[in-house]
């Protein structure tokens, strides 16, 4: 009828924790029309601050949504995705079980808030070390396992392309390829499978060239430390809202995600980087790809390695 309105609800995305990572998530994920944004942080000037940046950035980019900074949970009621970013980066003269008992913490307290108010809610954590951590928010939300996942292979698949594509001076639009397992130095970016336009990389570059890329993927985040003095933030923040917009407009996009294994690879009770399906409900399927005897040896290890830091995280949970 003349004179009624028809307003559509927008969705809503959380994101707990508003540094450089946090909001850079806020704002791939409002540009692309996505959802509307809840920035939450201990700091709450910080979050109040960076929204209100956000905010006013949004009608030069002709984006209509909502991005607000808080410290109260309250206002993050209702979310389709919550994202942790929260945490503390290992400093000088901790250990890594420091480490993982601060952040721990950090996702407990998080995570408990998240599930007070928002749910039905699918959880992607981003704070490290990143598959223990997603180990922590599955057991203290009591999500179902294809609700909560973790944001590492999606960002270092997107290293390993980039690096590919420069290297070989190609579009990267046609470069693919992907990583799995663990969020470190044990992950593995698969070179049988990585392609430019079908054509196996292992076809264009000789065996040591692919080595040193395959390295440089591995120390992908430490390389901005020495230029920097910090982690990255924008390609993170691409990443995660490249996850987001999968969940959200239900695409079932083929991504690697830190995603719960029951039984494929020949892990079980475990949360690692492997390639699913991710749609509406989270993670729809997990992709089981055949491996040869190497990159199976390869997985195990990386695997054990994520066991051990999931050991030291159960003993803070």
Request: glycine share 8%; with cysteine; hydrophobic share 45%.
């Amino acid at each position: 009828m003349c004179g009624e309105v028809n307003v559509l609800k927008r969705k809503k995305v959380s994101i707990i924790g508003a540094g450089n990572v946090g909001s850079a998530a806020a704002l791939w994920i409002a540009s692309k029309h996505l959802a509307d944004v809840v920035l939450v942080d201990i700091v709450v000037p910080h979050a109040k601050g960076k929204a209100l940046d956000l905010q006013e950035a949004l009608p030069i980019a002709g984006v209509d949504a909502s991005i607000t900074g808080t410290g109260d949970y309250r206002l993050t009621k209702d979310s389709d995705i919550v994202v942790i970013t929260a945490g503390m980066p290992r400093k000088e003269g901790m250990s890594r079980d420091d480490l993982v008992k601060v952040n721990a913490d950090i996702i407990k307290s998080a995570t408990k808030e998240v599930a007070k108010y928002s749910p039905k809610c699918i959880l992607i954590i981003v704070s490290n070390p990143l598959d223990a951590m997603v180990h922590v928010a599955a057991r203290v939300s009591k999500f179902p396992k294809q609700r909560v996942m973790g944001m590492a292979g999606t960002l270092d698949s997107a290293r390993f392309r980039a690096f590919l594509a420069e290297k070989l001076d190609v579009s990267v639009q046609d470069v693919t390829a992907f990583v799995m397992g663990g969020h470190g130095d044990t992950m593995i970016p698969v070179l049988r499978y990585a392609n430019v336009a079908g054509i196996p990389v292992e076809d264009w570059l000789p065996k040591k060239e692919l080595e040193k890329i395959v390295a440089r993927t591995r120390n992908g985040g430490g390389e901005f430390l020495p230029l920097l003095k910090t982690s990255a933030w924008v390609a993170p923040g691409i990443a995660i809202a490249e996850m987001a917009e999968a969940i959200l407009l239900d695409k079932r996009r083929v991504l690697p995600v830190a995603a719960y294994l029951d039984g494929e690879y020949g892990q079980k009770g475990l949360f690692i980087g492997v390639p699913v399906v991710l749609g509406k409900n989270g993670v729809e399927k997990v992709i089981e790809v055949k491996m040869n005897a190497a990159e199976k040896k390869a997985f195990r290890k990386t695997a054990e390695q994520v066991r051990n830091v999931v050991k030291v995280a159960d003993r803070f949970i």
